[in-house]
């Protein structure tokens, strides 16, 4: 019964360590915003969300019946450079938006939108755990 | 806690923009410099950045992988009345472009902000995630 309770922050608790784990591949690229010939990385969410819940168990409809490669119709062919571009850790490679002479995938404009929307994501995440940790201790409480 | 390597990186990178600061600065104030008696004069320097694993597949830092020296040919100005002009009345000064440096400056400066403000986010988030539950 008690794992019914904790059941939905279980989720959220997944949600906050790829969350962290994100806003650290974000930091990497930012870091490395001057190195001649470095790839971009980042991660896909909504996959690294389906793989950690497994996928048919979470609480949101993850994982559609859309192929992971972009397409959002079951017609269209999966891409195979974005496909394999992905690798076992689930980070893919971003592409460059404005070739530079170096080789640099890494734009700057994008990385910093792209941190300050996961950290705002990452605090919401934060309230929704303390929101329901507080709905439990006072359901515990009976006051 | 996954999170605390972002120091690592973003402190790594802080740490090779200053460098490359630091190089800019010596650049810049040998701009001017005037060639030795043995005709050696200060040769514009630029660092090599270089991508380095910390930990984990997710994180990479940053280091200066090397310190180059410029190749382009040393400055010769005519002015025959200075002490170090050879017979020909040229002098060889250092082939410092000053207008690259200043752009190069800007450019260190704006990354190394860019990294700490990286730093001050993630350390924002750990103290709200310490207070979870609260």
């Known amino acids: 019964m008690f794992a019914n309770m904790t059941h939905a922050l279980d989720f959220h608790a997944k949600a ?10 974000i930091a990497s690229n930012i870091a490395n915003a001057d190195t001649p010939g470095y790839a971009g990385r980042d991660i896909n969410f909504k996959d690294a969300m389906a793989a950690a819940t497994g996928a048919g168990a979470s609480t949101l ?3 559609t019946s859309a192929p992971s490669s972009g397409a959002t119709h079951r017609n269209h062919i999966a891409l195979q450079a974005a496909t394999a571009s992905m690798g076992a850790s689930g980070l893919a490679y971003t592409s460059q938006t404005q070739p530079s002479m170096d080789g640099n995938s890494v734009d700057m404009d994008r990385e910093r939108a792209n941190f300050v929307d996961n950290s705002v994501r990452y605090e919401a995440t934060l309230r929704f755990i303390n929101g329901q940790s507080k709905t439990i201790l006072s359901a515990i409480q009976g006051q | 806690m996954s999170m605390f390597s972002i120091f690592n990186v973003s402190g790594s990178a802080v740490s090779a923009q200053s460098q ?13 410099a005037v060639a030795g008696p043995d005709g050696q004069g200060y040769k514009s320097r630029q660092v090599v950045f270089e991508t380095v694993p910390m930990g984990s597949d997710a994180s990479s830092g940053v280091r200066v992988n090397a310190i180059r020296e410029s190749t382009e040919p040393l400055k010769r100005v005519h002015n025959p009345s200075h ?26 400066s704006r990354s190394y902000q860019n990294n700490v403000e990286v730093m001050n986010t993630a350390k924002t988030l750990l103290l709200k995630t310490l207070q979870m539950g609260q």
Do not use: F, H, K
């Open chain 2, 20 to 32: 490359r600061l630091n190089v800019v600065a010596s650049n810049l104030a040998n701009a001017d």
């Open chain 2, 83 to 108: 002490p170090s002009a050879d017979a020909d009345g040229y002098v060889t000064q250092s082939n410092v472009n000053p207008v690259e440096e200043m752009v190069n400056m800007i450019s260190a």
């Open chain 1, 61 to 63: 409809p993850l994982s």
């Open chain 1, 16 to 25: 906050l360590v790829l969350r962290a784990e994100r806003q650290r591949v």
